[in-house]
């Protein structure tokens, strides 16, 4: 018998390793252990041997049942693993940002936008930076060289969230948080650009929105004037708007530049538009990064992005630019 027994589990255990199915494992499970299975009958003859045959068979019996449930919950268990990695791939979808071209979609036009300018700054020599739009007083004001009780905060319509101290934690007025955190993680030459969603507390009109889209760009090194910003934003006029076009410089002010200036560009029609502001990083604004003032300078500029993509493209309300219209969307 105890060959039988032995044969029996060989047998089984070559069933249970093809099992292709957890289906069919169930049926060779209940074929196995039933009371119509070999090993049920030959434990009915169990009580009609002698008692130490009786003995060695029945642990022959216990092993040999023992040995199969252990490859049955192993077999089960490849199985399983290989049923749920067949449900995932055939529930799975395809989130992979859809491409101009493919029948799926296109991209937003302020996205197609944010893409155009990087690569045009990539192709003069900058990197890209992106940055929390959730951020601290710190980055989005104190380093920026806004007091506490600076005059200047007040220019930025602010949503404060309900985390840390009051008015303590903001969503970004602009991305010039990404410039702070970018001179903090690395030492000059810093030549980069920094796109993103930024927000402010404003009614929204058809030249205002409460979330809108900004790039920066910042560079810091040694020698650099404010020449070098005034040919680097013409630069990027004509290789974004193309050589028709052209820009200028006003003086402004802003806390964290000094001197500080507004940018237009001028339309091949002659007519000018206010893109952003710009200026030589402000000496205080680089001590708090840790860069030395006197052997590094820099200049930064930034700008709309939705104002600008409804410039090149003729749209005239910014609002169309959060629409879900499919009408609108589809004409970029």
């Not at 105890?2 to 494992?25: C, F, N, V």
């Not at 642990?59 to 049955?72: G, H």
């Not at 006003?250 to 502001?277: C, K, M």
């Not at 003032?293 to 820099?298: R, T, V």
Request: proline share 5%; glycine share 10%; aromatic share 8%.
């Amino acid at each position: 018998m105890i060959d039988e027994i032995r044969r029996i589990q060989a047998e089984s255990t070559r069933r249970i390793d093809g099992a292709a199915t957890l289906d069919e494992l169930g049926e060779l499970q209940r074929d196995l252990f039933g009371k119509a299975s070999e090993l049920g009958g030959l434990k009915k003859q169990l009580g009609g041997l002698a008692p130490e045959a009786r003995r060695e068979a029945g642990l022959a019996m216990n092993e040999a049942t023992e040995a199969l449930r252990t490859a049955l919950d192993g077999r089960r268990s490849i199985l399983e693993a290989s049923a749920r990695r067949a449900q995932a791939d055939a529930e799975r979808l395809d989130l992979t940002e859809v491409r101009a071209g493919r029948d799926a979609g296109h991209l937003h036009l302020v996205t197609q936008t944010i893409e155009e300018l990087e690569d045009v700054f990539v192709g003069l020599g900058f990197t890209v930076a992106e940055g929390p739009e959730v951020e601290d007083d710190w980055h989005n004001f104190t380093a920026l060289n806004f007091g506490q009780f600076h005059p200047a905060r007040d220019m930025q319509d602010t949503f404060f969230v309900g985390l840390g101290e009051p008015k303590e934690v903001v969503m970004r007025t602009h991305t010039s948080p990404v410039q702070i955190r970018v001179m903090e993680g690395q030492a000059p030459p810093i030549y980069s650009v920094m796109p993103g969603r930024v927000y402010r507390n404003e009614a929204t009109d058809s030249t205002h929105l409460a979330v809108f889209h900004q790039l920066e760009c910042l560079v810091v090194d040694e020698g650099v004037t404010f020449a070098h910003l005034a040919g680097t934003i013409d630069r990027f006029t004509k290789a974004y708007f193309g050589p028709g076009w052209t820009s200028r410089l006003r003086p402004s002010y802003f806390p964290f530049t000094e001197p500080s200036a507004e940018f237009d560009i001028q339309r091949p029609d002659g007519t000018w538009l206010e893109l952003g502001g710009c200026g030589m990083v402000h000496p205080n604004v680089l001590a708090n990064c840790g860069i030395d003032p006197e052997a590094f300078s820099g200049f930064a500029f930034g700008f709309g992005l939705d104002r600008l993509a409804a410039t090149r493209h003729g749209v005239t309300d910014l609002r169309e630019l959060a629409s879900t219209d499919i009408r609108f969307l589809e004409q970029f």
